[in-house]
């Protein structure tokens, strides 16, 4: 175990590696050296200071060894004791607000999300709706009682809600750790205080029985004061289950009509993969129809604007012709309808796109099985046509 020094000394600070919490001395003005290892067993070793601020002991931290020497981090050691002296906040130095630092981790994150992905607008809608008195506070003055007063109110009225405004409010103290802002993440002591809510398992979206799917596509076919595009990307979704964003955002360019087939790019898969969806004779009909209504556009649904299609817009149609099912519950129906139709599971998940959770499985099924799924959504569109 590494010896204690009475004061720390360069060459200590370059070969300690006994993980613990190493003090300058009675005369170090609060300086100490964190030594951490990490999950893969990396050292690593950082610079903090405690400092005594209106009363209260605050940690601030200096930066990470070996870019901020011993000497470096005692000259700034010092000035922090002066600036103490003169009535200066030092938690107000180069320590971002909430509002700051959401944006910073909204922003690391984006480059792991997906081209035109509407994460990064609903992150900071989480942080505006419950997180707001959080926002103008410096992130290391946060304590547990002020995350538990964001999510105490919506903790069991609104379950899906809350779980989103943890997770993201913790993730945005994560990354305040990894800057060195703080030492601790409020979230975790808050959630302790929290009553445990029944319940939490996944919910399932609305979805029609395939009997009245049919039904449903007479009924937005008569519905008014809706734009014609959201209606046929309503219809070409029930035809081909593919999912709202797919079809929200589709080119004309993915569209072969010789082939029968519309080609979507991986950038708009869930899974990150390209897929080819063989388009049955009800599909080939809807992009008819969409083509003479909006001839000039390369855009197969466009919104009234000519911009892509909000992927709200066929959920609104939905709800306007009073159809007891979410967008994404026609890919139920028409599941629900393959395993009464004794469609083989392997041919009904890969028409939705499944990927297969089982790496042996996915490593022998190559094959895309586009026209045992062309057989299928065919007889999906006699169906409900």
């Not at 809706?226 to 979704?237: D, G, K, Q, T, Y």
Request: hydrophobic content about 40%; overall charge positive; proline content about 6%.
């Amino acid at each position: 175990m590494a010896k204690r020094p009475r004061t720390l000394s360069a060459a200590f600070v370059r070969t300690v590696s006994q993980t613990g919490v190493y003090g300058d001395g009675h005369g170090g003005r609060g300086l100490s050296l964190r030594v951490h290892r990490t999950v893969s067993g990396r050292i690593t070793k950082t610079w903090r200071q405690r400092v005594r601020v209106d009363g209260r002991l605050t940690s601030i931290g200096l930066g990470p060894y070996p870019e901020i020497t011993l000497a470096e981090a005692r000259r700034k050691a010092l000035d922090n004791s002066r600036a103490v002296r003169h009535g200066d906040d030092l938690r107000a130095r180069g320590v971002p607000t909430f509002a700051e630092a959401a944006k910073r981790t909204i922003e690391l994150h984006r480059g792991g999300w997906k081209a035109r992905s509407p994460l990064a607008e609903q992150w900071a809608a989480t942080f505006r709706l419950h997180a707001t008195p959080l926002l103008d506070k410096p992130v290391d003055r946060i304590e547990s009682a002020d995350v538990l007063g964001c999510l105490a109110p919506i903790w069991t009225s609104k379950p899906a809600a809350s779980r989103k405004a943890r997770n993201r409010i913790s993730a945005v103290f994560r990354w305040c750790i990894g800057q060195n802002h703080r030492s601790d993440n409020p979230v975790d002591r808050a959630v302790l205080a929290l009553p445990r809510v029944n319940g939490n398992s996944p919910s399932h979206y609305r979805a029609l029985p395939h009997q009245e799917v049919m039904a449903a596509l007479a009924a937005i076919r008569r519905v008014r004061y809706v734009h014609p595009s959201a209606v046929l990307c309503v219809e070409m979704i029930a035809l081909t289950a593919v999912r709202a964003g797919e079809a929200c955002g589709a080119h004309w360019d993915e569209m072969s009509i010789e082939a029968a087939t519309w080609t979507i790019p991986a950038s708009r898969m869930k899974a990150g993969r390209e897929f080819c969806v063989p388009l049955s004779t009800g599909a080939l009909t809807v992009l008819e129809r969409a083509r003479a209504l909006s001839p000039e556009s390369s855009l197969v649904f466009p919104s009234r604007t000519g911009g892509p299609l909000s992927r709200n817009a066929p959920g609104r149609v939905l709800r306007r012709a009073g159809v007891a099912s979410t967008v994404h519950g026609f890919r139920s129906s028409a599941r629900s309808w393959m395993a009464e139709s004794c469609v083989p599971a392997e041919i009904a998940e890969a028409c939705l796109a499944h990927v297969p959770r089982s790496r042996v499985v996915q490593a022998y099924q190559r094959s895309d099985l586009l026209e045992r799924r062309a057989e299928v959504l065919q007889a999906w569109s006699d169906y409900i046509k």
